[in-house]
């Protein structure tokens, strides 16, 4: 049964090592997990995503694909807000760089240091910067913890899984909204503090054979977090006098 993040509004105590470094059981570390990032006030977070699609042609020869993401962002989750920046390049384009600024009240973004332009729904922005948001990575983790392996080695915790699994696929096609393909294989490794138990990094790929298309699909998501409840806001605001008004905008980051 596809588990939900945040199934419980309650916190519970947090269940802390013991002087031995005794591992918790992963239920445990999973609800701990949950609780510490239930109510952040702010974190940072660095997030790549390639997707890499090789086409094999009618002739035999094979066309490569490649499109990434990087995108640096911090955040405040309790407003809603947020800046940072975010790359994205297509193999047959040159990258756009843009900026964002996010208020609970509107959203900024330049691309290429153009001019500002604003939106009145925040939402949509705030969503392009963050590429996936933190409890993305929570409910992955969760999903690993049920499928894979969990492991206390020396300061952390380390989730992880390899090889393919029909039901896992169906939940993080799910998760990712991605289409389902029956072929696909997963390397996911996942880190978090054995202390604080709040996500450190992450490394996700996903291999997706179609044959009847002849085409192999990978997919790779790293991710590296920290400064949770330690980041700052920009002493320096940009200026937005001149930012031109977009009342709304469909979201196309994913």
């Given at each position: 049964?596809?588990?939900?993040?945040?199934?419980?509004?309650?916190?519970?105590?947090?269940?802390?090592?013991s002087?031995?470094?005794?591992?918790?059981p992963?239920?445990?570390?999973?609800?701990?997990?949950?609780?510490?990032?239930?109510?952040l006030?702010?974190?940072?977070?660095?997030?790549?995503l390639?997707t890499?699609?090789?086409?094999?042609?009618?002739?035999?020869?094979?066309?490569?694909?490649?499109?990434?993401?990087?995108?640096?962002?911090t955040?405040?989750?309790?407003?809603?807000?947020?800046?940072?920046?975010?790359?994205?390049?297509?193999?047959?384009?040159?990258?756009?760089?843009s900026?964002?600024?996010?208020?609970?009240?509107v959203?900024?973004?330049?691309?290429?240091?153009?001019?500002?332009?604003s939106?009145?729904?925040?939402?949509?922005?705030?969503?392009?910067?963050?590429?996936?948001?933190?409890e993305?990575?929570?409910?992955?983790s969760?999903i690993?913890?049920?499928?894979?392996?969990?492991?206390?080695?020396?300061d952390?915790?380390?989730?992880?899984?390899?090889?393919?699994?029909?039901?896992m696929?169906?939940?993080?096609?799910?998760?990712?909204?991605?289409?389902?393909?029956?072929?696909?294989?997963?390397?996911?490794?996942?880190?978090?503090?054995?202390?604080s138990?709040?996500?450190?990094?992450?490394?996700?790929?996903?291999t997706?054979?179609?044959?009847?298309?002849?085409?192999?699909?990978?997919?790779?998501l790293?991710?590296?977090?920290?400064?949770?409840?330690?980041?700052?806001?920009?002493?320096?605001?940009?200026?937005f006098?001149?930012?031109?008004?977009?009342?709304?905008t469909?979201?196309?980051?994913?």
């Amino acid at each position: 049964m596809k588990k939900t993040i945040f199934s419980t509004l309650l916190l519970l105590p947090l269940f802390l090592l013991s002087a031995c470094g005794t591992a918790l059981p992963g239920e445990e570390v999973m609800q701990n997990l949950i609780n510490r990032s239930a109510d952040l006030d702010s974190y940072h977070q660095f997030v790549a995503l390639t997707t890499t699609t090789a086409k094999e042609d009618l002739n035999g020869a094979t066309a490569v694909n490649e499109q990434y993401t990087t995108a640096d962002a911090t955040l405040f989750p309790e407003e809603k807000s947020g800046y940072g920046k975010r790359i994205d390049k297509n193999s047959n384009y040159p990258a756009t760089k843009s900026e964002f600024y996010v208020t609970p009240e509107v959203g900024y973004i330049r691309t290429d240091d153009a001019d500002w332009t604003s939106y009145a729904t925040p939402d949509v922005p705030l969503a392009s910067l963050q590429v996936y948001p933190l409890e993305t990575f929570i409910e992955l983790s969760q999903i690993i913890e049920e499928y894979g392996t969990l492991e206390l080695d020396g300061d952390e915790y380390l989730l992880k899984f390899s090889g393919s699994d029909d039901a896992m696929n169906k939940e993080i096609n799910y998760l990712f909204q991605t289409l389902p393909t029956e072929d696909t294989d997963y390397e996911i490794a996942i880190h978090l503090d054995a202390k604080s138990f709040y996500l450190t990094d992450f490394h996700y790929r996903s291999t997706a054979i179609h044959p009847d298309q002849k085409t192999t699909a990978t997919t790779e998501l790293t991710g590296e977090f920290d400064l949770y409840n330690q980041a700052q806001k920009l002493k320096s605001v940009p200026d937005f006098d001149s930012a031109e008004s977009v009342a709304e905008t469909a979201d196309s980051s994913f």
